[in-house]
């Protein structure tokens, strides 16, 4: 079934099959468009996992928060605004919007290099009473790192640390890496002892 065909990565024998349903006039369940979109939720397929999401709305099943999330991780790069949108639906439709949510969306806008839109994801997070893992200020800290902002990065290390998130090697690596090539080398020299010392690996 579906699952066979999401291990084996086969996502356009599932829009095949889909349509055939549509065909026969089957309306297919929300459980099996779940499976659907978890099988297309990757870089690249973003608009097929959105339009599963629009199928179920068309025989009035209410997409759950996971359908979203899965369609949110697949928008990478150019599909951050999609993302983002997506997010702000969740919002409207009562959904709970969860970390996985925002690591998400932070995740689109890290690989568009968008480190304004991942900082406000940061902060809207925060206004919703949540307290995101490491993988969510990872990436906003690389998405404020390809925008060569190195004291943003500093920030959301230091924001880390006040919302008791123990940060990794790589929440330092990527602020170590962005102050050495700004020529803060005695900051840079601070974080690596503050890696040593946390024995980070």
Same mark, same amino acid.
Request: proline content about 3%.
């Given at each position: 079934?579906?699952?066979?065909?999401?291990?084996?990565?086969?996502?356009?024998? =599932?829009? %095949?099959?889909?349509?055939?349903?549509?065909? =026969?006039?089957?309306? #297919?369940?929300?459980?099996?468009?779940?499976?659907? =979109? &978890?099988?297309? &939720?990757?870089?690249?397929?973003?608009?097929?996992? @959105?339009?599963?999401?629009?199928? /179920?709305?068309?025989?009035? !099943?209410? #997409?759950?928060?996971?359908?979203?999330?899965?369609? =949110?991780?697949?928008?990478?790069?150019?599909? +951050? %605004?999609?993302? /983002?949108?997506?997010?702000? %639906?969740?919002? *409207?439709?009562?959904?709970?919007?969860?970390?996985?949510?925002?690591?998400?969306?932070? *995740?689109?806008?890290?690989?568009?290099?968008? +480190?304004?839109?991942?900082?406000? /994801?940061?902060?809207?997070?925060?206004? !919703?009473?949540?307290?995101?893992?490491?993988?969510?200020?990872?990436?906003?800290?690389?998405?404020?790192?390809?925008?060569?902002?190195? #004291? !943003?990065?500093?920030?959301?290390?230091?924001?880390?640390?006040?919302?008791?998130?123990?940060?990794?090697?790589?929440?330092?690596?990527?602020?170590? @890496?962005?102050?050495?090539?700004?020529?803060? +080398?005695?900051?840079?020299?601070?974080?690596?002892?503050?890696?040593?010392? /946390? &024995?980070?690996?």
């Amino acid at each position: 079934g579906v699952s066979a065909c999401k291990q084996a990565n086969k996502w356009k024998v =599932i829009v %095949e099959l889909l349509n055939f349903m549509s065909l =026969i006039e089957l309306a #297919p369940d929300a459980l099996l468009h779940d499976a659907s =979109i &978890a099988a297309v &939720a990757r870089p690249g397929l973003w608009r097929v996992a @959105a339009h599963f999401v629009s199928c /179920l709305r068309t025989h009035a !099943a209410v #997409p759950d928060a996971s359908s979203r999330n899965s369609v =949110i991780s697949a928008c990478k790069g150019r599909a +951050w %605004e999609s993302a /983002l949108n997506l997010l702000g %639906e969740m919002s *409207g439709a009562d959904l709970p919007r969860s970390v996985v949510s925002f690591n998400a969306a932070i *995740g689109a806008c890290q690989n568009g290099g968008l +480190w304004q839109q991942a900082k406000c /994801l940061l902060g809207r997070a925060a206004a !919703a009473g949540l307290v995101l893992d490491v993988v969510g200020f990872n990436s906003a800290s690389r998405a404020c790192e390809k925008g060569d902002l190195w #004291p !943003a990065t500093l920030d959301i290390l230091h924001t880390m640390r006040s919302a008791v998130q123990a940060p990794d090697a790589s929440s330092y690596t990527v602020v170590v @890496a962005t102050t050495g090539e700004f020529g803060d +080398w005695f900051l840079a020299l601070h974080l690596l002892s503050d890696m040593l010392r /946390l &024995a980070l690996p």
